[in-house]
């Protein structure tokens, strides 16, 4: 169980992913958080649903997942879901937290003025990757008691050093898009070798992940490696380092989820950063 609290959480998933064989993947979330603590809403946004702009002050925080579709896409459905995220990251009026990852990360980044695209390189991304913590990100009050929490002892994580600068946080990585400029006003808070912008920040409001801490490798390896390396968006070396990189490494997803619990039971705050109204960060 991730996260402990001393009232219900009231949690919702902003479901964006209806291909039939990820039929039930709301139970990943749902096995993942506050177990025992939390009440569920299922929100299909692929169908329209969402809750209204007055609704969402009823939960303590949204979830936005994975998807097959592109931010980019024309959608009426992924048009709404940017609206939405837009009105909610942006106000005042709203109160509750926003964890988004992979897709939904994207999707917040295009609602506050970022830029997302294609890989830089083209090629799909399926792997255990190294996701290096900034020294802010750790020194963040959510991150500390996440580490205080966790399963996975402090020391583990500060072992593992890349370039002998940053804690290394390894999670499964499932994309052929990024975000290529982060929003004015959104921080930082670590960085990948094939995703420069992995993770980042908005007002203490919304936490974005370019990964996916709530799948596990057995999983990728069955419902994403396969179908790719089938149908050739994988190369035949490509899909042998993925499968190498998805049967051997382990991940740090239960320190991730941590974090996440802890972002969603920390205070909110309003403003943005005070980063300057042109500073922006780009993928290189």
């Not at 799909?124 to 991150?143: H, N």
Request: aromatic residues 8%; charged residues 20%.
């Amino acid at each position: 169980m991730v996260g402990i609290c001393s009232r219900v959480k009231r949690l919702a998933l902003l479901d964006c992913e209806d291909a039939p064989k990820w039929a039930g993947h709301e139970q990943l979330w749902y096995q993942r958080f506050y177990v025992g603590q939390a009440t569920w809403t299922h929100f299909r946004c692929w169908a329209g649903e969402l809750p209204t702009l007055q609704q969402s002050n009823d939960f303590d925080a949204f979830f936005v997942g994975g998807s097959h579709y592109s931010a980019y896409e024309a959608l009426a459905w992924i048009d709404q879901l940017r609206d939405w995220l837009r009105a909610i990251l942006t106000s005042d009026q709203y109160t509750a937290k926003v964890v988004a990852v992979c897709f939904g990360c994207q999707m917040a980044a295009q609602a506050l003025g970022g830029v997302v695209g294609r890989n830089p390189n083209d090629r799909f991304v399926l792997k255990v990757e190294d996701l290096e913590a900034s020294k802010d990100w750790r020194q963040q009050p959510y991150f500390q008691d996440a580490l205080a929490q966790a399963e996975l002892a402090a020391k583990e994580v500060h072992s593992e050093q890349r370039n002998g600068s940053s804690p290394v946080l390894r999670v499964i990585e499932s994309h052929g898009d990024q975000v290529l400029e982060l929003p004015v006003g959104a921080q930082l808070l670590g960085s990948s070798s094939t995703s420069p912008l992995d993770a980042w920040a908005y007002s203490n409001r919304l936490l974005a992940l370019q990964g996916h801490p709530e799948m596990t490798c057995s999983m990728v390896a069955k419902k994403i490696l396969q179908p790719l390396t089938i149908n050739g968006r994988l190369s035949a070396s490509e899909s042998a380092a993925a499968e190498e990189s998805l049967g051997t490494l382990h991940t740090d997803h239960d320190l991730i989820i941590q974090i996440m619990a802890s972002f969603i039971a920390g205070p909110a705050q309003h403003s943005p950063p005070e980063t300057g109204p042109e500073t922006r960060h780009q993928a290189c």
